[in-house]
């Protein structure tokens, strides 16, 4: 099946600072990518639909100034959390949309210190 | 009232046993259903394909009733492997996009 990546696979970073997270489709071309959050012991959130080549549709209750994503080709979205908090440490997961079918990458768990 | 529902579980149960977790959904218009596995601390996966007639892989059946917006999952002959959290996803009013449930976990035991 078509293959996902996201790096890194694992950040830790003090509060503050943003961090910058890359979700690649390694083997199709994706219009659309999909950003998640999953908190421990909860299912995965939807935070925002990446178009490429327009703005990002953000989920109700997600700042659009705080998760910052941009969608410049066909196969990378980039999602950015600025100016992190350790509420932000979440396990972060991007998908990409081959036709029906939805492939996620491996996830990035973010820990804000 | 949430997208998707499931029970959390955790359903503990021997090798060999047949499980089954239901699924419900609140949008009348989805079309789209699938579940989902996953493994703790990775992505998720996608299982099966929900399809009106319901269908079958191998140990995994998987139904839909729309009357009553639920979905299901039957899995006969439980392996050790088989253990994981199942998710259940739903698409909504924009078709485009996908919501969870939290998942049903699952635990297949010697």
């Known amino acids: 099946g078509a293959v996902v990546s996201q790096h890194p696979s694992r950040v830790i970073c003090k509060s503050g600072t943003s961090v910058k997270i890359e979700c690649r489709s390694l083997d199709f071309q994706a219009t659309t990518m999909f950003w998640y959050r999953q908190f421990p012991k909860q299912s995965l ?59 996620f990458g491996p996830g990035t768990r973010l820990t804000v210190l | 009232r949430k997208e998707v529902e499931q029970d959390p579980g955790p359903f503990n149960v021997p090798e060999g046993a047949t499980v089954a977790f239901n699924c419900t959904y609140s949008n009348s218009a ?33 139904q839909l009733n729309r009357a009553s917006q639920y979905i299901s999952l039957l899995i006969r002959d ?19 996009k996908f919501y969870f449930g939290s998942g049903t976990k699952l635990n297949v035991k010697p």
């Not at chain 1, 703005?55 to 410049?72: M, P, R």
């Open chain 2, 30 to 62: 989805s079309q789209s259903f699938f579940w989902y596995r996953q493994d703790c601390r990775k992505e998720p996966k996608l299982l099966m394909s929900v399809y009106s007639s319901g269908n079958e892989d191998g140990r995994f059946t998987a």
């Open chain 2, 78 to 96: 439980s392996k050790l492997s088989d253990s994981a959290t199942y998710l259940c996803v739903v698409n909504g009013n924009n078709f485009n």
């Open chain 1, 45 to 103: 959130m939807l935070m925002a639909t990446s178009n490429e080549g327009s703005k990002a549709t953000y989920e109700q209750g997600v700042e659009k100034d705080k998760f910052l994503i941009n969608h410049a080709s066909l196969t990378l979205s980039t999602l950015t959390v600025t100016s992190a908090h350790p509420e932000d440490s979440s396990f972060y997961i991007c998908s990409a949309r081959d036709g029906r079918d939805e492939f």
